[in-house]
C-alpha cells in the first residue's frame, strides 16, 4: 500500500480516499492532503471526519439537543410500528391496538373514501369488520368506521412531523373515538 489521501470539497467535507499505488489521486481533483494509515482507517470507520485549513478535524460530538431529537425520531418510528391503541366511548367492542403501517393506511384511506362517496362498505355491508394488530375482527359502523379513520390519520401524521422534526411532541399513542 502506498500514501494515503483525503480528498476534500470547499466546505472541508472528505469527498473521498485515494493511494498513490492502488487507486491515485484522479487529475483535476486538486484539494487533497496526504494521511497516515491510521488516520484512514479512523476516518473510514467515523464519519464526519472534515479539512480545515489543511488537517483532519474531528466530527463534533452529538449535543444532548440532538440526541433527544433522535431518540424523539425513533419513538415516532416505533410508534408507526407498534400501532394506535382506540378506546372506543360508546362502542367498546371497537377497542384494541390497530396497525398503522402503509398498508393498513392504505386499506383505511380506501375504505373511508368510500363512505365519504356514499358507496358504504365494501360488499354493501351495514357494519365493516376490521383487525386489529392481534388478528381479532371489530365490527364498525360508518360513523365508528369514520371516527376511527380520523384518529389513525392524526395519529400517522403526528409521527410524520416528529420523524421529519418539524413537531417536537409525540402523539398520544391512544385516541379515544365515540
Known amino acids: 500500500m502506498g ?3 483525503a480528498a476534500y470539497n470547499a466546505q472541508g467535507a472528505i469527498t473521498g480516499f485515494y493511494d498513490s499505488e492502488d ?3 484522479p487529475a ?3 484539494d487533497v492532503i496526504e494521511i497516515t494509515d491510521e488516520q484512514w482507517q479512523t476516518c473510514v470507520s467515523n464519519q464526519g471526519w472534515t479539512v480545515i485549513t489543511g488537517a483532519l478535524v474531528a466530527p463534533v460530538p452529538p449535543s444532548a439537543a ?7 425520531v425513533r419513538s415516532a418510528q416505533t410508534a408507526l410500528t407498534t400501532g394506535l391503541k382506540i378506546a372506543s366511548t360508546e362502542t367498546p367492542a371497537l377497542n384494541g391496538t390497530y396497525a398503522v403501517d402503509q398498508l393498513s393506511q392504505s386499506d383505511i384511506i380506501a375504505i373511508e373514501t368510500s363512505l365519504n ?3 358504504g362498505f365494501p360488499g354493501g355491508a351495514a357494519t365493516f369488520s376490521y383487525l386489529d394488530v392481534a388478528g381479532a375482527a371489530h365490527a364498525f359502523s360508518e360513523a365508528n368506521f369514520t371516527d376511527f379513520a380520523a384518529a389513525v390519520r392524526d395519529f400517522v401524521y403526528g409521527c410524520r412531523a416528529v420523524i421529519a422534526r418539524s413537531s417536537s411532541v409525540l402523539p398520544a399513542s391512544t385516541a379515544t373515538i365515540a
Open 66 to 72: 440532538d440526541l433527544a431529537a433522535q431518540a424523539l
Open 28 to 30: 483535476g481533483v486538486a
Open 3 to 5: 500514501q494515503k489521501f
Open 117 to 119: 362517496a356514499g358507496k
Open 23 to 25: 487507486s491515485p489521486v
